[in-house]
């Protein structure tokens, strides 16, 4: 039969030299190349004392915006669900009251908002569909966790803190954009 | 009618034959597509309406085979009958399409940009009239008009700054309802849709004002920031009604009816009934019966795929089947070992809120009992 491409190369059945039978040449070569490694930088970053820095466009985990007043700007208006490819964001919409006025930006607002990080890959379609700059992504991962009921986000695990009353983490959760390390 | 002499009139270089005394714009819908101007006051099932809001304009190129000079200036095709010969321009008349361009940017000019809270968003036709015929930015850098809010009732939620003042519901009240109750007051830039005393609008029939308006001016209050039509399921079902046709259009989450309306045709007018009228809705109909057992199913209805309502994925008969769990089927029987319930965890559509039961619009208390 022949052979379907002319790559295939026989096995070699020559018998082992004298220098190759003598085998600790061969094993110390090896434990040379091993051992020079010792004096190499060191590539292992000490997570988490220590970070690499995230790229600027980097996509993690999501962040639901708030106003200068600390009023949440999302209005429920579906556009982020309808562009999720994964189908991982819902929500239910209410209409704020008289009194409410400080807490929401618009008439309408979500009353509950859920991401599915179990769903997301991460794409991002969600923050450029938002009319409202009301959904970022921001420069953290999603925590590891046994159960996936910890990956359900409700509007709790989602929305900046306020910067009315905690602006220490309003700043902190607004991420910097230059790297997290240094050096 | 004796006189069905048949005038041949040329749209866009396509001819067709239609009776004397119709109207360009009902000549080219008979072609349809995108030949066809578009409307946003001229409403064909409401006598009256038509000539205000200047969309539809078009260039008559030549006036007829008798007098083939053309017509001077643009014509409001809605009002405008076609003559024998007569040659339209509607898309192919750059002319038509600037001005189409500068219309809607006055029609903008005081309408606020809310679409995200705004209910219409998605079946609006101001929304797809700017898409595809307006301009990117705005001009305009002063405050828009804002009103005194009106509140008419349990039912219809009127937004004063949305409207484009069309008339189409002042022609519905006064057409299908016994009284109407509401009208335009004031004039020019203060001129608004409301009731002179406060009052609300509960006429039999009066719903119908919220099919018609074009924008959401008029929106159904039951319906009221449940849900963004996009993710309802919208079926065709009928009840044996003593007051309307009875035939509507579902929307529904689920097996929840969040919203009854009239069926629309593709120029986003209310369908005609068999007995060829049109199948205008009571209100019974419209706000009551919020049940699916009220209902007679009978399918899923046909949206335009280049519309967003079709992109919650119910076409065909899928949202008609309920899926199977077929885990133990394709296991020989065997349990899954572990199974999240994502009702357990998820605080949306709790099974135990059913918004659609509440009257008006979802309020913070209405979701505190559900976790």
């Known amino acids: 039969m022949d052979a379907l491409t002319n790559r295939a190369q026989a096995v070699g059945r020559k018998p082992l030299s004298l220098w190759e039978r003598l085998y600790l040449p061969a094993i110390f070569k090896g434990m040379a190349i091993t051992f020079s490694h010792i004096f190499r930088k060191q590539p292992t970053i000490r997570y988490p004392e220590q970070k690499r820095p995230f790229s600027p466009v980097f996509r993690g985990l ?15 208006c579906g556009l982020c669900a309808v562009a999720c490819p994964a189908e991982a964001i819902t929500m239910e919409a209410a209409e704020r009251l008289p009194e409410e006025k400080g807490l929401y930006r618009e008439e309408k607002y979500a009353a509950k908002y859920e ?3 179990l769903r997301c890959i991460f794409c991002g379609l969600c923050e450029e569909a938002c009319p409202k700059d009301a959904i970022y992504l921001s420069e953290t991962f999603a925590p590891s966790n046994f159960n996936r009921q910890g990956f359900i986000y409700g509007k709790d695990d989602l929305l900046i803190p306020n910067p009315k009353t905690d602006p220490e983490g309003y700043e902190k959760a607004k991420g910097r954009k230059e790297p997290t390390t240094a050096g | 009618m004796a006189d069905q002499q048949l005038v041949k009139v040329t749209i866009d270089n396509i001819s067709i034959e239609v009776p004397a005394g119709t109207t360009i714009l009902n000549a080219a819908r008979k072609i349809g597509g995108e030949v066809a101007p578009p409307a946003m006051c001229y409403y064909s099932k409401l006598q009256g ?20 000079r053309p017509m001077p200036k643009l014509v409001a095709s809605c009002r405008t009958t076609v003559m024998d010969g007569m040659e339209v321009k509607n898309i192919t008349s750059p002319k038509v399409l600037d001005m189409r361009a500068g219309v809607v940017e006055f029609l903008l000019i005081n309408h606020p940009l809310d679409c995200p809270v705004c209910d219409q968003a998605g079946e609006c036709h101001l929304q797809d009239l700017s898409y595809e015929h307006g301009k990117e930015g705005t001009r305009y850098e002063f405050q828009r008009r804002i009103f005194k809010k009106h509140d008419i009732g349990p039912y219809i939620q009127l937004h004063m700054t949305r409207c484009i003042l069309c008339y189409r519901c002042v022609f519905t009240a006064d057409q299908l309802t016994q009284k109407r109750e509401h009208g335009v007051l004031d004039r020019g830039d203060h001129s608004e849709i409301a009731t002179f005393i406060e009052k609300s609008l509960d006429n039999d029939f009066i719903g119908n004002v919220i099919d018609v308006c074009p924008v959401g001016a008029l929106t159904d209050r039951t319906f009221r920031f449940k849900n963004r039509v996009w993710f309802l399921k919208p079926m065709d079902a009928h009840r044996d009604c003593p007051s309307c046709s009875g035939k509507v259009t579902l929307w529904n989450r689920g097996d929840e009816v969040y919203r009854v309306t009239a069926r629309k045709d593709e120029w986003g007018e209310v369908e005609d009934g068999p007995d060829g009228k049109p199948a205008w809705i009571c209100n019974t109909c419209r706000f009551d019966k919020k049940k699916t057992s009220d209902w007679v199913i009978e399918g899923p209805r046909m949206i335009n ?4 309502i079709s992109a919650n994925h119910y076409q065909g008969k899928v949202g008609m089947i309920k899926p199977t769990e077929i885990f133990e089927a394709v296991h020989e029987g065997r349990k899954p070992k572990l199974l999240m319930d994502i009702h357990k965890v998820s605080e949306v559509n709790k099974p135990n809120v059913e918004l659609s039961k509440i009257e008006g619009p979802a309020h913070a208390k209405d979701f505190r009992g559900a976790k």
């Open chain 1, 62 to 76: 999501h962040v639901l915006n708030r106003d200068e007043e600390g009023r949440e700007r999302c209005t429920a």
């Open chain 1, 115 to 117: 991401i599915n990080m």
């Open chain 2, 49 to 68: 309406s038509g000539g205000k809001c200047r969309t539809c304009l078009v260039e008559v190129s030549k006036g007829s085979e008798k007098d083939p």
């Open chain 2, 305 to 308: 795929r280049h519309s967003v």
